[in-house]
């Protein structure tokens, strides 16, 4: 038995994440951090709280010791950032420091979700921000990496969103777990959740000797939440 440690369990998809985890006999316990706490009271769960973001990395390699997987679910958008500067700090520097930070503490397997068409060299920030937070990531060589690129995401969310986004959530439901999904793919956060859970519990090939990464695509997703 080992431990996870879960960043963003407050949100869309770190909250699934948080849930199957706990569910999972793989871990005995379960960490969390957050600036508020995760709406999933649990025997396994250590939820700590803390508001400031800067006192996350050095809480993270201490608590993360012991833990076998770490997942993030941590994102934000520019609108609920408020300012470009704010974006990127949240949305690539809290996890690529929580990453750091869980690699320094032992852990094995690292998974977080991005985005479809993720690419650092993308002239759109979103896409850009995601793609160097993959590269970056990659590059501290967990034994083993998983990305869940998802496309559209689907389910209850606390923060506020744009007319636009919400208009296409709205529409985009109809066409999950259809043929339609070939062209949307959608994906609801539970699904992401456990998808994310099921990849990490798959035993870590021995000798292996590269780092392995596993890259799960929009479409991929869609084809396993389907067999969920």
Known sequence: MAGAFVLGATGLCGLQMLKFAEKSHLYDRITTISRR???????????????????????????????????????????????????????????????????????????????????????????????????????????????????????KRDSSRSYLEHFLINVLKYTHGNVLSNLTFPAYGEEIGQIAVNLASEPLPQNSGEPIVKIVGAKEITQLASRL
């Not at 009271?41 to 250590?46: D, I, T």
């Not at 700590?48 to 973001?53: A, F, G, R």
């Not at 479809?116 to 590269?135: C, H, M, P, V, W």
């Open 37 to 155: 706490l995760p709406d999933a009271p649990n025997a396994k769960l250590n939820a700590i709280l803390e508001s400031d973001l800067d006192k996350w990395p050095e809480i993270i390699a201490s608590e993360s010791k012991g833990c076998k997987t770490f997942y993030s679910g941590f994102g934000t958008t520019r609108g609920a950032a408020g300012s470009q500067e704010n974006y990127y700090r949240l949305d690539y520097g809290v996890v690529y420091d929580a990453a750091k930070a869980a690699k320094a503490a032992g852990v094995e397997t690292f998974v977080f979700v991005t985005a479809a068409f993720s690419n650092a060299n993308s002239r759109f920030s979103y896409i850009r921000t995601k793609g160097q937070l993959e590269d970056d990531i990659i590059a501290l060589k967990f034994p083993r990496t998983i990305i869940l690129r998802p496309g559209m995401l689907l389910g």
